[in-house]
């Protein structure tokens, strides 16, 4: 019942009496709300839990697992580190022989090792899913990068199919590898994203400080066809302008979620040159500094050797 | 007779008996060579020169004169810096009063007010335009950003429409502003290029480097429907990766061909951060070393202080 | 009369009889003034002339000139850029021929051959001189790096001699080679500066973020002997953590002269990677932002494509 | 008998009737064999133990240990790593009560609480000791950066004395704060290091690229006295053009031992922008490679979209 292309080919199937693919999904945040939702338009089946019970199907991770019918395939999207380490630890008691736990968070690639070993002790199955798409993928579909056995893959490809856009599946979906590889990639497609926003916001900086563009929004938006730098992102920057050409509603403050971190985490431990990539990280933590010591100290030495006055600190 | 969106405008209006356009086009390089095709496809008369006599319409700048119905344009699409100062300089001597001179090279837009100047002391009017789409712009129409008075843009309009994707004039042409604020957009444009295409290729090293990886290729297709980074380039990068899954008979010399040099020192005269455009450029500075004299002082430091071997130099 | 080692030497030899050098200096701020009392107590004799008169010997250029014997050596020591200019234009109409004008200031070395030519023209000698010692020069002497003909810069050594610290000539002048070799060393040398007080104030930071750091003044005045790190600029850093050891009355805004970005310039115009001496002035234009434009792009295209809250601007 | 000043105060201690200290030294490499030297002739008796048998005094662990009298110190300079972690089991194992062990090699500080924790079970003490100055050590002293309980310090004090050079101890000694303080100031060090060492090289590529500089050495010569970049650093990067002026004999090839990777994660950890460091870093990794493939991917981009010519792969 493996869909080749389409979410409306899993849907037709199901309404010739097969068997509906009935999944759980832990997780209804931001992305999981929308996964489900997606899951559910492609003819998937779908119990959901989230310790928010407005958002939850059942009441606990327990009614979850009743209500899915064996061999489980239990679908993970809850934040990374600690929340996502609880939950594996419960399935890996509460789950039966032959069940799988797909990991589709945003977890670290090194966690997932553990994570299959901690279910494998107990005859579950792991793999792990990044994906990438954010709020446009309930539209959209989302891109998907799985690490994990071939079979356990396979067994999932109608969840996979579902949730990535209608085309072929080459374009949206790969195996990456073995379990963990999943995550690696798309954690270097984070750090990249990082690289490639960075890119686009100095360019935006470059042209605002420039007083003879007068058509700033424009000149991003003439660059959407025919040009080299055309993209997603570039599309969105222009939605970002046309809500607020000067972007004076939005604050330089800017966070980081894991995946930039651990991306240059990799580019240290494999001897991997990544300025770009890096410079786009450094460029968050700046911008979060209310003041910056290390500034502070240049100054201070300015003012040492060469008697430059230093301004008072505010 | 401003056709608003399509080539195949401009091309039925000729067949209803209105004057067709008519411009000169000097230089027929990788560029200019498909931009007179495209064009010529759109229903716009042009004469071709270039000093390579297999691909001119014409022997000489005088005979594109003589067969371009005055008042003229004249588009210019040779390399930036000496070659084009002097075309511009020809020009300036040899047009009629009104004519048009459009700069659509890569000049750096510091040289846009000096031509402009020198052309109207003689009467003649110039435009900058950046153009932006490579090879690919025969088939999917170039990003053109234009510099200049809004009459001289207006005029020459019908020639940026043939040369844009079909579709809202606005997704693919701007008027940026004044006489050389089209190469401006066009220079910041490139350091973005410049910025993505070192943010993919760091992703590529560190996918390259690491084992769990087994599909590389499959990796950056999956990414090209519903992931975030999801563009051009990144089809580019597959279309690249399809012909030479490892790359192995390409070297790692980068060239680089001014504009991502001006990006950082336009960044620098405005105080603009750019530190990931400015390590794209200069990983192409490295890219071209075959030894690293700063390099060779850091290993003889090391042996200095610490006693570590350096290596003889091969 | 050439002193080879100290500025005692020149004192004594004037107290033989021999003709005491007389040089003019226009320029008495933070580093001319200091420059003329060690040139002074070196037993040189020197007429100084400033816009402020309270500092000045002579009230305008032309009573310095009339005060100087010819061949008279006029030393230059105002802001580079405009001031510096209008001097040397000044000094052309007004010299006479064979004096030599030495720029000691921060000139960017392209000027000097502007200067020394236009000198030339009048039968006048020109020499560059970079400077460093900051405000601590006039005790330690100056380092110095003297650009020029080789009878220009011989003629000027008793100057140099008294200017620099006693000992080895060698160890605290070079003459560098032709007309602006002596600026462009100096500003390597400031670039140098930049990288190397980024790097102290980068490893401050880090090591005051870090909680079982419970001495940190008293880390950096650990460094001073034995350590590889040890340097002059390390003793400032300790002497301004004596002043105030959290820096708390010090504003993070730092100032750049320059030098920092020709420095960047002349890295990429020589196509040299340069990203340690790069970061340092990128760090320097952040530090000066009060809210990033760039960073603001990436907080609104985080929102865009993740639903990531953006902060409202302040 | 804290010696608080020179090292000869310790052996006029011991020559008057005291009782000498004795310690175990663990580690005869380039930095153990000469601290042990340098230990010796300050009076404090040596038992050294190396794998290496010609440099060793006694054949093993157990005869070094049966050589020092308890309450012993025992002071491990072995590589960081697998080689540090089998000596402090092994000595968790033999060592009695009451004994120190004081790790002076280049563990990364999460290593120390850990190596503390294990010895602290068996009623032994542990302290770290971060040692700077390379070979220059043995003639110069070593600073000491030093982690761990106040108490255990001051017990070692003698020790640190008489590595560390004449003169205030604060100029070369600092206890930094508790077990593994001492490791991570000296890891902040070592990237600090970093940065001045790139920084200087970057300057000496820029002036080696200038055909205007006729006096390459001469230049960094001159900068040793008076100059805002003087450092130690400095004096061995003329040491080094003495011995070869253009870096001829030396490959550009650079290692990295570990504390500059660190001192980034640690960056990366605390949301400290780190640029120039960092920069330092990757000009290593890239120093190493034959071939990039990252620029690999650049250049195959480029001819992707702008039939750039690629380089055949040599």
Chains 1, 2, 3, 4 share one sequence.
Request: aromatic share 6%.
């Amino acid at each position: 019942m493996t869909r080749q292309t389409t979410p409306t080919a899993a849907r037709s199937t199901s309404t010739k009496g097969h068997r509906i693919m009935h999944i759980g999904l832990i997780g209804l945040g931001k992305m999981g709300f929308n996964m489900r939702e997606r899951l559910r338009r492609a003819g998937i089946e779908v119990t959901g839990y989230d310790r928010n019970q407005d958002l939850a199907d059942v009441a606990s991770t327990d009614e979850l697992i009743a209500a899915v019918p064996a061999p489980r395939i239990i679908w993970i999207m809850v934040p990374a580190g600690e929340i996502t380490d609880k939950v594996v630890a419960e399935l890996s008691e509460k789950l039966s022989e032959g069940d799988l736990v797909i990991d589709g968070g945003n977890s670290r690639f090194t966690e997932d090792q553990r994570h299959a070993a901690l279910l494998e002790d107990k005859g579950l199955r792991f793999a792990d899913c990044g994906v990438s798409g954010g709020v446009w993928g309930l539209e959209n579909g989302y891109g998907l990068m799985a690490g994990g056995d071939a079979a356990d893959i396979e067994r999932a490809m109608p969840v996979f199919d579902a949730l990535r856009p209608e085309g072929d599946r080459a374009d949206s979906f790969v195996h990456v590898g073995e379990v963990g590889a999943g995550h690696y990639a798309k954690m270097v497609h984070n750090g990249i994203e990082y690289g490639l926003m960075q890119s686009y916001a100095e360019g935006y900086q470059l042209l605002a400080a420039k007083d003879i563009i007068t058509d700033l929004p424009g000149t991003f938006r003439a660059w959407q066809k025919g040009t080299v730098v055309r993209s997603w992102l570039l599309d969105l920057l222009i939605k970002a302008l046309d809500e607020d050409p000067g972007l004076e509603t939005i604050d330089d403050y800017v966070e980081d979620s894991g995946e930039g971190r651990w991306t240059v985490e990799e580019a240290i431990a494999n001897a991997v040159p990544a300025p770009a990539i890096t410079a786009a990280l450094f460029a968050r933590f700046e911008s979060r500094e209310d003041s910056s010591p290390a500034m502070k100290m240049v100054s201070a030495l300015r003012h040492q050797f060469g008697g430059h006055a230093t301004r008072p600190a505010k």
